[in-house]
């Protein structure tokens, strides 16, 4: 297992931006993990936001996020980034970084993902 960290999070504005980051320590990136983002909102549950594969060479996102989010990885640093822009209300949530060592980015089920981090809030003010 990996141990994952994230940081980022914050309020803003709508139509601002943020850029999450994820950490990873353990048996990280010398192992193939598939890296994703969810996030959960009150009383909701919790949803995929996007993936990134280990060479970085593929992401999968969200319809409620393409166009607006970016997932990328820096397999150097062990971090996996969520820069997200233009910012809405709807995205208030509690974003949480996942790691995978089988899934394939297309995998969107949480289930698909083995690793955890403890999330980080993000809130997006009208």
């Known amino acids: 297992q990996v141990q994952l960290v994230e940081s980022g999070g914050g309020l803003v504005h709508t139509g601002g931006s943020l850029r999450l980051s994820c950490a990873a320590s353990?048996?990280?990136?010398?192992?193939?993990?598939?890296m994703g983002w969810f996030r959960q909102a009150p009383g909701k549950e919790r949803d995929f936001v996007a993936a990134?594969?280990?060479?970085?060479?593929?992401?999968m996102y969200a319809g409620s996020v393409k166009g607006r989010f970016t997932i990328s990885r820096d397999n150097a640093k062990n971090t996996v980034y969520l820069q997200m822009n233009s910012l809405k209300p709807a995205d208030t949530a509690v974003y949480y970084c996942?790691?995978?060592?089988?899934?394939?980015?297309?995998?969107?089920?949480?289930?698909?993902?083995?690793?955890w981090g403890q999330g980080t809030q993000v809130t997006v003010s009208s």
């Open positions: 353990g048996r990280t990136f010398s192992s193939r993990y598939t």
């Open positions: 990134i594969s280990w060479s970085g060479g593929s992401m």
């Open positions: 996942a790691a995978s060592a089988t899934a394939a980015v297309w995998r969107t089920v949480s289930q698909a993902y083995d690793s």
